[in-house]
Nanobody, 114 residues
């Protein structure tokens, strides 16, 4: 059974930075595209960044130039470096396949507030 464990969230002021991590177990990680998603209160979950096994990346327009997704296939992990954080980045962040294919983890809360 695939397990997704997100970490690295927290409370940060606008303009600050955070680095999220997601550890994946129970699958051959390197075969899959991976994505970071977020869900803000009262909104649907959205894909914010994805990375292919070949490390090609895509981003939603609202985070382009601020967020960077990366992966370490040897560690079965995917990361999201977030900089220049804005109030509207506040959400619970989750990882999953580039197209969701596994049971969601618990997510990690990111709160941007002054």
């Amino acid at each position: 059974q695939v397990q997704l464990v997100e970490s690295g969230g927290g409370f940060v002021q606008p303009g600050g930075s955070l680095r999220l991590s997601c550890e994946v177990s129970g699958t051959i990680f390197g075969f899959y595209s991976m994505g970071w998603y977020r869900q803000a209160p009262g909104k649907q979950r959205e894909l914010v960044a994805s990375i292919t096994p070949e490390r090609q990346t895509t981003y939603v327009d609202s985070v382009k130039g601020r967020f960077t997704i990366s992966r370490d296939n040897a560690k079965n992990a995917v990361f999201l470096q977030m900089t220049s954080l804005k109030l509207e980045d506040t959400a619970v962040y989750y990882c999953n396949g580039g197209t969701p294919r596994w049971k969601w983890g618990q997510g990690t809360q990111v709160t941007v507030s002054s």
